[in-house]
Nanobody
Framework: QVQLVESGGGLVQAGGSLRLSCAASLRTFSTYYMGWFRQAPGKEREFVAA????????YYADSVKGRFTISRDNAKNTVYLQMNSLKPEDTAVYYC????????????????????WGQGTQVSVSS
C-alpha cells in the first residue's frame, strides 16, 4: 500500500520560510516523479512543483518560481519543498503526489498524471 505523509506545515508571517517534507512508502521511490500541489479555500487544487526521479529535471509554477525549491533524497524516500519569501496568497493545504510512470520527460504538472496523494499539510501565511 502506497503512503505519502506530509509534514512541516504551520503558521508563518509574510516573508518567512517553511520546509515541507513528504515521506513515501514506495519500494522504487527513486524511479518515480514526485510533485507538490496546493489547494486554497474555495479554489481548485493547483500545481506547485515537480521533480524527476533523478532530480535532473525540475518544473515550477510561475507563481512560486524563484521562491520555492523542490528537492528529493532517494535514500530517505523523501521529497522536500523549501518555501521562502512566503506571501499570504501561499496559504493553502499542500499535498505531495507520486507519478509512477518514470521515463525521461518534463515533470508532470496535471493532477490526473499522479497516482497517489498524501493527506496534506496546512500552510498559513499572515500579513
Amino acid at each position: 500500500q502506497v503512503q505519502l505523509v506530509e509534514s512541516g506545515g504551520g503558521l508563518v508571517q509574510a516573508g518567512g520560510s517553511l520546509r515541507l517534507s513528504c515521506a513515501a512508502s514506495l519500494r522504487t521511490f527513486s524511479t518515480y516523479y514526485m510533485g507538490w500541489f496546493r489547494q486554497a479555500p474555495g479554489k481548485e487544487r493547483e500545481f506547485v512543483a515537480a521533480i524527476m526521479w533523478s532530480g535532473g529535471r525540475i518544473y515550477y509554477a510561475d507563481s512560486v518560481k524563484g521562491r520555492f525549491t523542490i528537492s528529493r533524497d532517494n535514500a530517505k524516500n523523501t521529497v522536500y519543498l523549501q518555501m521562502n519569501s512566503l506571501k499570504p496568497e501561499d496559504t493553502a493545504v499542500y499535498y505531495c503526489a507520486v507519478d509512477r510512470r518514470g521515463g525521461w520527460r518534463i515533470p508532470p504538472s496535471k493532477l490526473e498524471e499522479y497516482d497517489y496523494w498524501g493527506q496534506g499539510t496546512q500552510v498559513s501565511v499572515s500579513s
